[in-house]
């Protein structure tokens, strides 16, 4: 079996040099691309409905972003033992989710999926209120 030795203290000048390379490309991205920050961050709205089948979260977002012209984050999750889904719509930002804007996305999503029932378990304006449906 062949000893692989690396000494690290003897290359350090050239690991540090690789090391700041990296976090300036890091950065040269970030500037470049921009950070988008998530709800968790910025705050904004989210919006939980119970959905019994299957559904497209892309489809769901195009539906969503049409409705209310502003990035939605979709989330789906499934409920062991159910045929029951949880679909998760993220609104980033300081904006809150209208109650006009609320009823827009679900008379959407209803047009969208007929065949499908879907519930709004939980409206969350984050900053503002909290609302159970």
Known sequence: ?????????????????????LMVIGLIFNFIRGTKMDIQFVGGAMIKYSVD?????????????????????????????????????????????????QQAIAQSLSDAYVSTRIRAAMIKNTGFFTRFI
């Open 1 to 21: 079996m062949k000893k692989f030795d690396f000494d690290f203290y003897k290359n350090r000048k050239i690991l540090f040099g690789i090391s700041i390379g």
């Open 53 to 101: 089948g299957e559904v497209d979260t892309d489809e769901i977002a195009s539906l969503v972003k049409e409705e209310t012209g502003r990035d939605v984050s979709v989330a789906l999750s499934k409920t062991f033992g159910t045929d029951a889904n949880q679909v998760t719509l993220s609104f980033a930002g300081n904006e809150a989710v209208t109650l006009d804007e």
